[in-house]
């Protein structure tokens, strides 16, 4: 599986940006999908996810917040991000998941920096 992130840059604080996932290479729409970010010096986790049914599940850090949906048909994923804090600031990552703990699975892409200032 091939996944691109895109959409990635500088906004100020109370911002929004959205991210796009271009997912290749899998049967798109049987699998769960997560987006994940990681700051330098800790684990990456997980942001938001979203089964192959549509159910979508977030971080408390990010809800009410941000958005996940995903597009079948243009084998996409998408992460709205709104009301940005500067502890979102990070290198954020989209991957196929597998399960309750959102396990992913895939090989990571580059990612996409989203960088927000004060």
């Known amino acids: 599986v091939q996944l691109q992130a895109s959409g990635g840059g500088l906004v100020q604080a109370g911002g929004s940006l959205r991210l796009s996932c271009a997912v290749s290479?899998?049967?798109?729409?049987?699998?769960?999908y997560g987006w994940y970010r990681q700051v330098p010096g800790k684990q990456r986790e997980l942001v938001a996810g979203?089964?192959?049914?549509?159910?979508?599940n977030y971080a408390d850090s990010v809800k009410g917040r941000f958005a996940i949906s995903r597009d079948n048909a243009k084998t996409s994923v998408y992460l709205q991000m709104n009301s940005l804090k500067p502890e979102d600031t990070a290198v954020y990552y989209c991957?196929?998941?597998?399960?309750?703990?959102?396990?992913?699975?895939?090989?990571w892409g580059p990612g996409t920096q989203v960088t927000v200032s004060s």
């Open positions: 991957n196929v998941a597998y399960g309750r703990a959102w396990i992913p699975l895939g090989a």
């Open positions: 290479g899998n049967p798109f729409s049987i699998a769960a």
């Open positions: 979203i089964s192959s049914g549509g159910d979508t």
